[in-house]
């Protein structure tokens, strides 16, 4: 039983393109590869907030259950 309400979304920006988006985590590099793939010949553009990305990092090593606190 898997509930996507749970996946966390974070914040895809495009500075070429002056727009930005929320995707679930799960998808983020396939939204960002695609992104880029359509619009910008394949170049690295498009992003994930850099504000966030270490969250998302964060996020995703929690997720794995690779951050244990004791
Ligand atoms: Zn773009």
Redesign the pocket.
Known sequence: MTTSDDDPTVPIV?T??D?SSRVALSDVADAIEN?NER??DGED??TVDPDIAAHIADMAATDLGLLEDE
């Open positions: 495009c070429d393109c727009t992104h619009l910008h553009i498009a």
